[in-house]
């Protein structure tokens, strides 16, 4: 079992609508999480962090993590055509000598205007 | 700088040829990471280094690859005999805080094509 899963299928959506991404992990270990948006020959972007548990808003964007279920989410409201790129989460346990970022495979979203 | 820089942006190489990749890093950040991007693929982990500690190396790929940090700033990430399986894009991360809790800031890689 890979460390961080990501299903990598593309997502295509019409503008507007509300983007869902998700990833599970298996190390229990971890508890920074962490979201990138990566647009095309760019390098990612850091676009949410998490401590533990729990949601935090930031705009249109929504990051929960549930670590009960090791399972972490990213929804995108009022999705726009800038939107599209490639998501990754990323997680890491923290901590002195064990910083090492675990990625998803990333999803590519597409809006459609 | 302000950001994470690397340099070449782009490599063309040919097989069997060695080719270095550098990094310069935001100022300040004690922390500095290297991962590899395939197409289609994830970020692929290679090797981590947090201040005057032993990096940690159990990402890297093969002996061919190797990596140094001179002075906790600049990195440069060394590929000796290149193959085609190297092609792919190398990212280079900086982080400014000893112990997690801190985001990490990406350059925007080296695309390297081993011909």
């Known amino acids: 079992q890979k460390e961080v899963e990501q299903d990598p299928g593309p997502l295509s959506v019409p503008e507007g609508a509300i983007v869902s991404l998700n990833c599970t992990y298996s190390?229990?270990?971890?508890?920074?999480f962490m979201w990138y948006r990566q647009y095309s020959r760019k390098g990612p972007e850091l676009l949410m962090y998490?401590?533990?548990?729990g949601n935090k808003e930031d705009g249109r964007f929504t990051a929960q993590v549930d670590k009960s279920s090791k399972y972490i989410s990213l929804f995108i409201r009022d999705s726009q055509p800038s939107d599209s790129a490639t998501y990754l989460c990323?997680?890491?346990?923290?901590?002195?000598?064990?910083?090492?970022?675990?990625f998803g495979k990333g999803n590519q979203v597409v809006v459609i205007p | 700088g302000a950001g994470v820089s690397q340099s070449p942006s782009n490599k063309v190489t040919e097989k069997g040829k060695d080719v270095e990749l550098r990094c310069d890093p935001i100022s300040g950040h004690t922390a500095l990471y290297w991962y590899r991007q395939s197409l289609g693929q994830g970020l692929e982990f290679l090797i981590y280094?947090?201040?005057?500690?032993?990096?940690?190396k159990s990402g890297l790929p093969s002996d061919r690859f190797s990596a140094e940090r001179t002075g906790g700033s600049v990195s440069t990430l060394t590929i000796q005999r290149t193959q085609q399986e190297d092609s792919a894009v190398y990212l280079c991360?900086?982080?400014?805080?000893?112990?997690?809790?801190?985001?990490?800031?990406f350059g925007q890689g080296t695309r390297l094509t081993v011909v």
């Open positions: 998490t401590y533990s548990s």
């Open positions: 190390n229990s270990a971890f508890q920074y």
């Open positions: 280094f947090q201040g005057n500690s032993a990096p940690d």
């Open positions: 991360a900086s982080r400014t805080r000893i112990s997690g809790g801190t985001e990490a800031f």
């Open positions: 990323a997680m890491s346990a923290g901590g002195y000598g064990n910083n090492r970022l675990a």
